[in-house]
């Protein structure tokens, strides 16, 4: 073999590995081309469109559940005979309570799910403690979360909290 034929055949080599080269870049660039215009083209929202106003809800809402946590709130509560007892005490410093929203909710029964709204006039009151009563539906066994909202004059507290009904 000639030195001539030799340097034929690494130059013919060459060209076949710069091709390879150059079809594996125009692949990856085709497939980069594709997910590029798939991003741009798509409907999807990956931001909400009222983003602003949801992040400002949220924010109201971890100030509530600090609140209760910081001034001292009280929630103590117990279930008879399918009747959920609530007794909410405030802290002194705070005036008068507006309104009291309990949400009920049944992790793995949303039909059994109760949201109950009681203004100040309708809740029984001794003093600083606040008492509710709240029928649960019949068969209401097992895990339930419970989120209480007190509204004052001044501030929305929040509390939620897990239990599990028995009776």
């Keep these: 073999m000639s030195t001539i034929e030799s340097e034929q055949k690494v130059s013919e080599g060459?060209?076949?590995?710069?091709?390879?080269?150059?079809?594996i870049f125009l692949i990856g660039l085709g497939f980069n081309a594709y997910f590029v215009?798939?991003?741009?083209?798509?409907?999807?929202?990956?931001?909400r469109s009222d983003y602003?106003?949801?992040?400002?809800?949220?924010?109201?809402?971890?100030k509530a559940h600090k609140l209760?946590?910081?001034?001292?709130?009280?929630l103590e509560f117990d279930v008879v005979k399918n009747v959920l007892q609530l007794k909410i005490l405030k802290p002194d410093q705070i005036s008068n309570v507006e309104k009291i929203s309990v949400n009920l909710y049944k992790?793995?029964?949303?039909?059994?799910?109760?949201n109950s709204e009681f203004q100040a006039d309708s809740i029984r009151k001794f003093g600083n403690q606040?008492?509710?009563?709240?029928?649960?539906?019949?068969a209401?066994?097992?895990?339930?979360?419970?989120?209480v909202s007190v509204v004052?004059?001044?501030?929305?507290?929040?509390?939620?909290?897990?239990?599990?009904?028995?009776?």
């Design 14 to 23: 060459g060209l076949a590995w710069l091709i390879w080269v150059a079809c």
């Design 130 to 138: 606040y008492s509710l009563s709240i029928p649960l539906p019949k």
């Design 68 to 74: 209760w946590k910081s001034e001292n709130w009280n």
């Design 107 to 114: 992790p793995d029964n949303s039909a059994l799910d109760k």
């Design 140 to 147: 209401a066994y097992g895990a339930w979360q419970l989120e």
């Design 152 to 167: 004052t004059a001044r501030e929305l507290v929040k509390k939620r909290i897990s239990f599990t009904n028995k009776n």
């Design 52 to 62: 602003y106003q949801e992040s400002l809800k949220y924010d109201t809402e971890i």
């Design 37 to 47: 215009s798939a991003a741009i083209s798509s409907t999807r929202d990956l931001v």
